[in-house]
């Protein structure tokens, strides 16, 4: 290796390939004969959609092997590849900034093909807490099936078809770390979800294919192969995968992403230390619905939701705060005299203090502008806490009632 080519700067460059008719294997033909190390993904039912890694250095050049040595060099501008590319299999290639559209018009419509939603099955692993579930139903706009795993302190939430995924809207800090086991259209994938931000998330598809392109190279030496495994292979890190789940096997996790197909998957659960159904809903023999223990959460609205989110809550005597939020329907359903009175006492400050601001304006032509914003917020929040209250004690009361009716008609069966 020349000192020129150890001091070369590259940086990993992607682009996506889109050339209906063409093959993987013609694609690594055009760009063996450009000399182009590069590294090619695609999956089987679209082959004509690929995707491409390659290096670039500082000047946009692509690197490239040369003919006498090992390594890779500096060679054509990523702009004149990218219009090579596109014009040879009259294609769409975006690679890197550089674009270049030379795909049929007729060809537009057909050329990528999106997974069809109604084949999703998922599978999420996380320490939420299993009263937010609801609300997330309500917000998805989907059934949620939800079973909790006491052992490893973390519940699964299942869902299938079409719809908003569960993380769609952001991931509080509470539901950290996540892992999602995604089935659709026969590709199976997983991702763990550490941050929030996804290109932090630690993602693997058993589904997708890849090969190297190695620039009419025959047998690549070390030193080429050095630079592919450095810049060019994806590196999905096994650990942050198992570091999702509490007790997880990093070892056999990383053997699971090694190993093809269904059988990674089935391995993969095996690696985390989740029970066996959860494979079984991913493969679609089970429905989340059908799954032991699980509580099928519908969207049935925002009021509904908070409803039986709270009700969760107050019968589970160890959730944190669950005694402040039964004290507070206590008061509120057993004196509701003394939240009317509150209410009325801030809506009367709040006004006094908007009223002084308007008279000191009048007498002196100044606003004061903070004293308007506190009132202002001391009436909104009476009234908003008025109506919660009124929420909050109607439905006790009809809870109340509901257990009475109980009560009466077990004495009656009697």
């Known amino acids: 290796m020349s000192a020129t080519e150890a001091n070369q700067r590259w940086n990993r460059t992607e682009g996506v390939l889109i050339a209906p008719g063409t093959t993987s294997e013609e694609v690594a033909a055009v760009l063996d004969q450009e000399r182009v190390l590069a590294r090619l993904e695609w999956y089987p039912a679209t082959e004509h959609l690929l995707s491409l890694t390659l290096l670039t250095d500082a000047e946009g050049r692509v690197a490239v092997t040369p003919p006498a040595r090992g390594g890779v060099v500096a060679g054509l501008g990523v702009s004149e590849l990218t219009e ?10 975006v690679i890197g900034p550089a674009s270049f559209h030379d795909l049929p018009r007729e060809a537009t419509h057909d050329a990528v093909r999106e997974p069809d939603p109604a084949t999703l099955r998922a599978v999420v692993v996380s320490p939420l807490s299993a009263y937010t579930v609801p609300l997330q139903s309500t917000l998805l706009e989907r059934p949620l099936a939800v079973v909790s795993l006491p052992a490893l302190d973390r519940r699964v939430v299942m869902y299938t078809g079409e719809g908003l995924d569960l993380g769609a809207l952001g991931w509080d800090e509470e539901s950290l770390p996540a892992l999602v086991l995604e089935s659709q259209d026969g590709d199976l994938r997983v991702r763990a ?13 058993w589904g997708m294919r890849s090969r ?22 994806d590196v999905t890190d096994a650990s942050a995968i198992a570091a999702a789940v509490p007790g997880a096997d990093a070892q056999a996790a990383a053997e699971a992403l090694a190993t093809p197909g269904e059988d990674g998957l089935r391995a993969m659960v095996e690696a985390l230390g989740l029970p066996a159904w959860v494979e079984a809903v991913l493969s679609g023999r089970l429905a989340p619905d059908e799954v032991p223990g699980a509580v099928v959460h519908e969207p049935r609205g925002l009021s509904n939701a908070v409803g039986r989110s709270v009700g969760m809550m107050l019968r589970d005597p160890a959730t944190p705060g669950s005694a402040y939020v039964r004290g507070y329907v206590r008061t509120v359903t057993e004196m509701p005299w003394l939240v009317r009175l509150g209410a009325l006492a801030g809506v009367g400050l709040g006004g006094l203090l908007i009223n002084r601001a308007l008279r000191r304006r009048a007498r002196t032509g100044e606003l004061s502008v903070g004293m308007v914003v506190v009132g202002s917020l001391m009436v909104v929040n009476s009234v908003l806490e008025a109506s919660m209250a009124s929420v909050t004690r109607h439905r006790e009361l ?6 009475e009716m109980a009560l009466v008609a077990e004495e009656l069966g009697a």
Do not use: I, K, M, N
């Open 212 to 233: 190297y392109v190695w620039g009419g190279v025959e047998q690549p030496g070390p030193a080429l192969r050095a630079r592919a495994e450095e810049f060019l292979a």
């Open 84 to 93: 090579r590319l596109a014009r040879h299999f009259h294609a769409d290639a």
């Open 398 to 403: 009809r809870r109340r009632a509901d257990e």
């Open 193 to 205: 979800v550490t941050t929030g931000d996804p290109d932090d998330d630690a993602v693997y598809s």
